[in-house]
Structures are given as C-alpha cells and as structure tokens.
C-alpha cells in the first residue's frame, strides 16, 4: 500500500502555517475512487477533478487504486485552491514517479492541462518555510518575484507539473530564482502626483507637511473644487519610502489580499487607499464569510487610508475606525480562531462644510439650514474626531492665485524636509504620532510661554486629554521639521491652529 506525503502551507491572517498532505493508495472495490479528509472547504474538495485532468493531460496517468488525501493537521480548516499542485505531486511520488520530498514545500492551482496558476500569501508562506526549515519552496513562476525576498529559501517558479516533475528528477538542472530585495535606486514615490501642480492653498499645504512628517491623521474640511482630494493624492508622493521590514509586511497584506501585481516584487511605495463611502463595515476592517481577508484599513499598513465624502461613508463604518487608530492592529473574531491584521495607517479625510458645500463660503450662499449642517456633522461622533491631529479648512482658491505663473515648491523638496524630520523621530523610536505617554512627556517639555499658551487653549477650546497629548505630539513633529531640540511657542501655537475647527463646527 504505497504512502506518500508532501508538504504545503496554509495562510490563517497574514501568517502561513506548514500543512502535512498525506496520499494513501490502496485496492478497492470502486476503480479510480479518490476520499479526501482534513476539513478541506468546497475549492480544497474541487481539486480532486482538477488533479485528475492534469495528471492525465500531462502524460502521468492516474493510479488504478483507490486514493485517500488527508491534510493534516485535521482539526483546522484549509481554504484555497493552493494545495492542487502538493496533492497531485502526493500522487505522483506514491506511483513512484520520484522519492521523497521531505526538503520541499509546494503550493499552486492546477489547470486541466497541467499548468499551473498562481495562488494568495506566496511571501507568507516563503517565511513559513524558512520558520520550519524548509530549504526548497515550489510555487507558481508568477509568485517567484516577492517569495525570493525570504533569505535561507531556494524558491523555484514554475509553469506546469511536468516541470516540476523533471525537476525533482533531475534539480541540478534547475536554478532557484534570484532575489531582487534591493529598493529602486529612483525614489518610489517619483510615480505620484506632485504638488507643483497645486495653486494657492498655503496653509493647506503646510499642514499636510507636517502630517507626513509625523504620520499624523488629518481632516480637510472645504466648498466643492477647492483642491482635497487634489492635496490628499499628492501627499503619498512627500512620504518616505518604506524601510524593508515594513515592504515585506505590507507586500505580505496584499499578496494575502490578492491586490499584488503579477509577477511584482516588494512594494516599496506606501499603499494608497480610497475607498468608496458605500463600502461595508467588513470591507473597510476585514472579515467576510469563511476565513477573514484584510480589509482597507490593512490594506492601508503603512501608508494612507483617503476617504473622501467623509460624512457620506456609514456611521457604523466609520466608527470602527477607532479601534484601529487607536491600537493599529484590527482583531477579527471567529467561532474557529481569532485573527489579528495589522492596520498602521494614517487617515486622510475630506469633507465639505455641509450638505450643499458652501457653509462659510464668502462668495456662495449655503441653502442649508442649521439642523440640517448639525445632522451632516453629527454623522461624525466627537471621539473619532478626537483622533484626527491636524484639522484644516482649504477654502476656494481665489482667481489669481488659480492663474498664477509662478512655480510652486515641489513634492521633492517637501520630502527632503520631511525625511530629515523622520530620521530624528526614528532616532528616538518611533513616529510622533505613535508616541507613548512615557515618551510625551520626556520629548515635549515646554518653557513657561508654551505652558501658558497650551493652558490658554485647552480652557478656552474645553478640549480632552486626548487632544492634550495631540497636540504635544503635532508640536514636536513642527519642532522637527525646523531641526529644533525643543518645543517652543510658536510650535504650540501652530499645533493649536490645527485643533479649532472641530470646535467651530462640532460645538
């Protein structure tokens, strides 16, 4: 009764656990019978003819005995049609069409013909094998590129089982694909939009800098064609391009997700997110039916999250927001399994001043009235608010600014600026934004006129302890961009500014 066993990974989160896929061929009464156990879900159950196909169209043949697959360990549920390609290589070493592959770990779909397509979480499971010893992983040739990041893992892209096969019997033959881990020697960020393009908008401009600087969350509160979502997509292009450790976990995220480019490598540029304010509480946090995906808040790691419309989005979307970024990490509970997805993002926000937009506006009349501007507000809760650090008006931009010649500065000199201040934070451990209070209050003394300044506004404003600690940390960020070792003044006025208007429009 041949045994044969291979080994593959299934992805739970963002992590990838090692599978045992277990063939058993043995005499029965029902030719060609084929039992697979080991809580397989209905695309793991559809394999069986898939395999059978491709063994058959490949030139292999199919066993005469009956075949029993188990995927071990029984007791947790496998998703995917991943374990195509392991299973049918079960097949093949039990037939004895080669010895064993105990120093292997394969995973990919079968076509009918035998080709093989690629599959989700390739980089996770390249880390399981490194984690479990693992010297060789067989994936599809489309996954090759972001699994040969993983140092101590010969990964071998490959297009059909025949080809697999043949190099099995003969791997001197065949040579592991080359990684190509290195940044781009051009800067990542050169791809977006630049805020040379920007007329007027100042202020706006400015504040922006500083949430890039120290990843804080920002609100953009303007008329219709004022320029938010103009600034909001060139703020990607200020921010510094991600370190290594934080390029693997994002292409990690998205290689889960299946939003990775065929055949890409590491994402080196921060993501970009926009969704649409239509879309559902388990799309923006994750979840779903089955085994949780990321939602846009991971997808969102490490970069920008842009949701435009702000008030449109639905109440119970945006509030749980504050989880995530509060804690910048997202827990999905299951009956099964709790899973965690991590979900460090920076929140960029965009909304008008009411219903019709022109709440404000010198030169248009807004056909609101009060109750109606408090309900459009009132769709955003005060606590979530209380999370957003920076909170600026981009009003309309005057004619002759709009027609203005002059050139403005461009997002490369901004992001010299703002690299220069990350470094500093870095220095100290980690973003302004992400400051412990421990750290607040080591990293943000402030001399008598700041102390008197601060106390002034939080009387005045009635703002939280929250708020308090935001506040500290948008001044540190200004004290960094102008390369000073202390808070003065007029970084606490500054900060300051960019906490009114939840109260001239909330209160």
Known sequence: MPLFKTRSAAVYGIDAHPVDVEVDLFR??????????GMPDTAVRESRERIKSALMNSGF???SQAVTVNLAPAHVRKEGSGFDLPMALAILGAMGTFKGLDKHLSVGELSLDG??????????MAVCARENGIQNLILPLENAAEAAVVEGVHVFGVRHLAEVVAMLNKPDDFSPVRSAAEAPAAAGNATAPDFRDVRGQTTAKRALQVAAAGNHN?????????GKTMLAKRLAGILPMMAFEEAIESTRIHSIAGTLPSGGGLLWMRPFRAPHHTISDAGMIGGGAGMPRPGEVSLAHNGLLFLDEFPEFPRNVLEILRQPLEDSVVSIARAAMTLNFPASFMLVAAMNPCPCGFYGDPTRECRCTPAIIQRYLGKISGPLI?????QIEVP???????????????????????????ERQMARG?????????????QCALDETGERTLEMAMKRMSLS???????LKVARTIADLDESASIAAKHIAEAIQYRSLDRNYWT
């Open 396 to 422: 309309a931009v005057p004619y002759k600014e709009l027609r203005a010649g002059e050139v403005t500065e461009t997002s490369a000199g901004m992001r010299a600026r703002v690299e220069k201040a990350r």
């Open 465 to 471: 302890a929250r708020a308090h600690d935001r506040i």
């Open 115 to 124: 080709a093989i397509r690629p599959v989700r979480g390739a980089l996770s």
């Open 386 to 390: 209380d999370r957003i650090d920076i």
């Open 430 to 442: 980690c973003t302004n934004s992400r400051m412990p209070t421990r750290l607040i209050r080591q």
């Open 218 to 226: 920002v609100l953009m509160i303007g008329p219709p064609g004022s």
């Open 28 to 37: 029965s009464g029902m030719a060609r019978d084929f039992m697979l156990v």
């Open 61 to 63: 043949g199919y066993p």
